[in-house]
């Protein structure tokens, strides 16, 4: 199945990559990584993640860091609507 980042989602995914950068070099490519997993993950197995109380919405974190990329399932495509760290406030 096709995924697809939205511009949110990137721009999140950047800014967690840069900030995890920023303390610690070596930590960014892991992550990164770990979310590659997760989205492969997704490709394969679109209903893997958590149903949430938005009407069309799941999530899955990314094991063991405390992330969360919250998704649609669309016609033929996974779109990622977000990437962002769980101690964070959800989006409305």
């Known amino acids: ?7 949110q989602a990137l721009r999140q995914l950047d800014a967690v990559l840069a900030y995890i950068a920023e303390r610690n070099p070596q930590g960014a490519p892991q992550v990164q990584a770990q979310i590659q997993t997760v989205t492969d993950l997704l490709r394969r197995y679109p209903q893997a993640g958590q149903v949430t109380t938005r009407p069309g919405i799941r999530r899955v974190v990314v094991v063991p860091d405390p992330y969360a990329v919250t998704y649609r399932i669309g016609p033929g495509e996974i779109v990622i609507r977000s990437v962002r760290h769980t101690a964070r406030r959800p989006l409305a």
């Open 1 to 7: 199945m096709k995924l697809r980042f939205t511009r």
